[in-house]
């Protein structure tokens, strides 16, 4: 069983930033990443890492967003720079388990105001 807690969402101008925590816990596997789903519209992938491996970021976001991990914690971190309105929506944590499958954290809401 893997169990996710994301936080640090918010409010923020356009061109501010944001960083993003997952909080995970149980038996988890070597894959992180982040979605996010933005009102009426289907989850998309933002940024994938795996724990001995390199990270791979979707184009819209590239050179903008980060994503790193501390191990040692179980952590998974998205720091979000030069944020634009179109960057709003529920963002979640995913995680794989060592045993298989995928895992999902709640979200937490991320608004950029223009």
């Known amino acids: 069983q893997v169990q996710l807690v994301e936080s640090g969402g918010g409010l923020v101008q356009a061109g501010g930033s944001l960083r993003l925590s997952c909080a995970a816990s149980g038996d988890i596997g070597s894959i992180r990443a982040w979605y996010r789903q933005a009102p009426g519209k289907q989850r998309q992938w933002v940024a994938t890492m795996a724990t001995e491996g390199p990270t791979d970021y979707a184009e819209s976001v590239k050179g903008r967003f980060t994503i790193s991990g501390d191990n040692a914690k179980n952590m998974v971190y998205l720091q979000m720079n030069s944020l634009k309105p179109e960057d709003t929506g529920v963002y979640f944590c995913?995680?794989?388990?060592?045993?298989?499958?995928?895992?999902w954290g709640q979200g937490t809401q991320v608004t950029v105001s223009s």
């Open positions: 995913s995680a794989s388990g060592r045993r298989g499958g995928s895992y």
